[in-house]
């Protein structure tokens, strides 16, 4: 048996990047899995190659992210797990940010994730069931870069809600967790270093060889990690928010 067998799990950005290897890997592990996306081409192309379930959705319109979680409920008939891995990287300092992209930062990387957790929780609540929720932060919201203020305060704000959340619901046996990941290769970076850092081709060679373990982070762990922390042999573990990183928090050199 999987880790996850006989669990339905909704992957909240789960098109591309880690949330696309979140879904290939609780497929893997005997889930079954929806998953939420902006665009249908690349949605439905995983959806038939890795055996889940496409959602379209714009999660930046909250009604949207509460029916991802009533329309996977729908089709698979309940939700024993969520994934909120949907995640917007534009760039802001702290001068140069707009309310509109501050709200944008908001929307998706706080506020989905808030009103999808609302509607999960609910759902277990009302079933008097167990449940694991996982949210995919980042290490950057302990502090972060200047051009990633918005981003920062977004992503600071869901690991409070992780704690929080965690903490209300510790006693339905809802165990909910967070992973802040650092520095990894995703086709989104890849998009995200060339339009705003003026990266070229090398530019994965390049961050690698600054790294101590001389390698970014790869999706497939973090997937596997993710799948560990859904299932039942991560144990009692709530409330947590874990540095999935090479920088160590604190350390001076």
Not at 38 to 56: K, T
Not at 72 to 79: N, S
Not at 98 to 123: C, G, K, S
Not at 137 to 164: C, W
Request: glycine share 12%; proline share 3%.
């Amino acid at each position: 048996m999987g880790l996850l067998e006989d669990k339905v799990l909704l992957v909240n950005g789960g098109s591309q990047g880690v949330g696309a290897g979140i879904v290939r890997a609780a497929v893997r592990e005997g889930a079954t899995v929806a998953f939420t996306g902006r665009r249908a081409e690349p949605g439905e192309r995983l959806a038939a190659d890795a055996g889940a379930h496409f959602v379209r959705a714009d999660l930046a319109d909250p009604a949207q992210a509460r029916d991802s979680v009533v329309r996977t409920v729908d089709a698979l008939g309940r939700i024993d797990c969520l994934v909120n891995a949907a995640g917007l990287t534009s760039r802001g300092t702290l001068l140069d940010t707009t309310p509109e992209l501050f709200d944008a930062h908001i929307a998706v990387n706080l506020r989905a994730p808030f009103f999808a957790m609302q509607e999960t929780v609910r759902h277990l609540v009302d079933r008097k069931a167990p449940g694991t929720i996982v949210n995919i932060i980042t290490s950057s919201e302990h502090g972060g870069q200047p051009f990633l203020a918005p981003y920062v305060a977004a992503k600071a704000g869901l690991a409070g809600l992780t704690r929080n959340a965690a903490h209300a619901h510790r006693w339905d046996r809802i165990r909910i967790n967070g992973v802040n990941i650092g520095w990894t290769d995703t086709e989104g970076e890849d998009a995200t270093q060339r339009a705003f850092h003026g990266a070229g081709d090398d530019w994965r060679e390049r961050a690698a060889a600054a790294q101590p373990m001389g390698r970014l982070g790869q999706v497939d762990e973090i997937a596997d990690f993710v799948v560990f922390l859904l299932s039942d042999r991560s144990g009692v573990v709530t409330g947590s928010v874990i540095d999935w990183d090479q920088i160590v928090l604190g350390g001076l050199d």
